[in-house]
């Protein structure tokens, strides 16, 4: 055997396993596996970052080790563009479109900098992992009763003003299809209130690796992009709109809808079109 059928045939006998791994959905039963063991070990290092950092920066440090550990062992690959954006010591709204759960754990995986999450108000509720949130710091955002939506809007403002970063899906949900959606002019109020810069994140393939409503886990590349900050201040109300449509634009530009399919290899721009 040549060299090179020795090399078809070993890269055969990776793809015939892959697809037996997706096919059976041993990636999804290998995680959740190790999640047993892993996810108690966590919440304590989490509880023990509270107890000495009240802050929640220690617990948000955890999770981040957290988040990558899941990531590792459930066969992601990360690529990241658009570092240089992030200006040191610089705070910003983060607004990143929103395809899977994976996107939490990538963000927090691969975000560099200490940041709060605006979350539904359900999550806060949910055993561990609402308790893990909450010692972190997020904030629960009540979407059924518009009062109770616009103080939580102000607790997070409070928040910015205090010195910390926040991230937002202005989707408001998922996406079914991959698509990047409308977005909701929530965030980018809370955005104009703070006058902190909002920085569109873009996330291609998370979709693919697990789709909305399914528990089938696709192991493959995901990309973050990070885009270039958009000046909130001096921005009127009546021009909300347009701040929302101009982040949309960036966050769509850099989105590559087939990326995992070409195994990690992007056929959109490098990075967003810079705005001001």
Not at 105 to 133: D, N, S, T
């Amino acid at each position: 055997m040549t060299p090179l059928e020795f090399a078809f045939t070993i890269k055969t006998m990776k793809k015939i396993l892959f697809d037996w791994i997706v096919r059976l959905n041993l990636a999804a039963a290998f995680v959740i596996v190790l999640l047993i063991f892993i996810t108690p070990v966590a919440f304590v290092a989490t509880g023990v970052a509270f107890i000495l950092d009240r802050s929640g920066n220690w617990t948000h440090v955890v999770c981040r080790y957290y988040s990558r550990i899941i990531l590792w062992i459930s066969f992601i690959r990360i690529t990241v563009e658009g570092r240089e954006n992030l200006e040191p010591g610089q705070n910003y709204v983060f607004a990143a479109n929103h395809n899977s759960v994976f996107d939490i754990l990538v963000l927090l995986a691969y975000l560099p900098i200490q940041f709060r999450w605006l979350a539904k108000e359900e999550l806060f509720k949910l055993p561990i992992f609402g308790w893990a949130m909450a010692m972190a710091g997020y904030i629960p955002i009540n979407r059924s009763n518009p009062r109770e939506g616009v103080r939580s809007l102000e607790r997070a403002a409070e928040k910015l003003r205090q010195g910390a970063s926040v991230i937002i899906f202005p989707e408001g949900t998922r996406s079914r299809d991959g698509r990047i959606q409308d977005f909701k002019r929530g965030g980018f109020t809370l955005a104009v209130k703070s006058g902190l810069p909002i920085l569109p994140v873009t996330i291609s393939g998370t979709h693919e690796v697990l789709p909305t409503k399914t528990l089938r886990l696709r192991p493959g590349p995901v990309k973050i992009v990070f885009g270039s900050p958009v000046v909130t201040a001096g921005v009127s109300r009546s021009a909300q709109n347009d701040l929302m449509e101009q982040v949309r634009d960036i966050v769509v530009a850099g989105h590559d809808p087939n990326y995992a399919y070409h195994g990690g290899k992007s056929e959109a721009p490098a990075a967003p079109p810079s705005s001001s």
